[in-house]
């Protein structure tokens, strides 16, 4: 680990001009960034400690819940009411990490996080465009069992690692960014962006901003909703393949559906082409085997993750099918 200095703030506007140091990184729960300063991935020389910034309140605003970016994991999990109104986010927040990750992690953080792709975080003998643009993608002719097959480019085709982010996303969770220019918001579905030739450009947060907000609009969908995570192992675990789904249903006729997929892109997947899919159709097995072979038609393989095409187009047929349950 590299020699860094530390600060500790109570305001956005401290965080702010001292985030904006060269090489400096805010750090909350920090249960990502202080793995990769282990690793030697990330070498920030300056840590701005934001935990006593007041940004951990979960209030009904404006049509929609709005989420401080320092509340844990665990609290938005349990929350009454997003368990009541939007049950996709509280399942995937349950289907993440372990319970003592989830009371550290912040949910700013969440987002932030970087992917686990294993040559990534391997400094001595693999080349990776995410850690060293220009060097080259270890994952394209290696081990990429795990590695995504949706928004991939020659660059990279890491999997973008967060469940809770593929939920914002089905859900048009907005971002509320402060930095040195100001206030700005981001649309939850443009915040990450595609790796194309510049993979080490994983989000639309500029240098010395940090998210304070999240907000999601309520919708009929969102009582309707679900999250949906394959993994190896039933817990503590990446998604092989995930969908975040919420359905607007009125006598067995999807009038609107969210979607998004996990697990299987470079970001938090949405899924439009499965949502054009199933508006207007009856809610019935074919309808949803449609939407999902849809929305993967365009998927690429690179050899051992090819099983993910199919698994991903069953994740999504099983969440639809669930959530659609009785609606006819």
Not at 148 to 159: M, N, P
Not at 227 to 240: P, S
Request: net charge positive; hydrophobic share 40%; charged share 20%.
């Amino acid at each position: 680990m590299h020699p860094f200095d530390f600060t500790a703030v109570h305001e956005t506007s401290a965080a702010v001009k001292s985030g904006s140091r060269d090489a400096a990184k805010f750090i909350a729960g920090g249960t990502n960034l202080v793995d990769l300063m282990k690793c030697d991935v990330e070498h920030p020389s300056h840590i701005v400690d934001i935990n006593a910034i007041p940004l951990k309140s979960i209030e009904h605003a404006n049509g929609g819940l709005r989420i401080g970016a320092l509340v844990r994991m665990s609290e938005l999990a349990m929350h009454p009411d997003v368990i009541r109104d939007f049950p996709v986010i509280s399942q995937a927040l349950l289907n993440s990490a372990s319970p003592q990750i989830r009371n550290m992690a912040s949910i700013g953080g969440n987002l932030m996080q970087r992917t686990r792709c294993p040559y990534f975080r391997e400094l001595t003998w693999t080349p990776c465009n995410k850690r060293n643009p220009g060097s080259g993608c270890s994952a394209l002719e290696g081990e990429n069992r795990l590695h995504a097959v949706l928004g991939t480019s020659e660059s990279c085709i890491a999997t973008h690692p967060s469940d809770l982010a593929v939920a914002f996303a089905a859900l048009d969770g907005v971002l509320t960014l402060n930095g040195p220019n100001g206030q700005r918001k981001v649309n939850a579905t443009d915040f990450h962006l595609l790796p194309r030739d510049t993979p080490n450009i994983e989000h639309d947060l500029k240098h010395g901003e940090m998210i304070t907000s999240i907000f999601i609009p309520d919708g009929p969908h969102t009582k309707r909703s679900a999250y949906l995570k394959i993994r190896d192992r039933a817990a503590y675990e990446f998604a092989l393949t995930s969908a975040a789904v919420g359905l607007d249903i009125n006598a067995g006729t999807i009038r609107s559906a969210r979607v998004a997929l996990g697990g299987v892109g470079t970001k938090p997947w949405r899924a439009r082409a499965a949502e054009a899919a199933l508006t207007g159709q009856r809610a019935t097995p074919d309808v949803f085997r449609a939407a999902a072979e849809a929305e993967l038609k365009d998927a690429k393989s690179y050899g051992q993750n090819a099983f993910k095409i199919e698994l991903a187009r069953r994740t999504l047929v099983r969440t639809l099918t669930d959530l659609a349950g009785g609606a006819a």
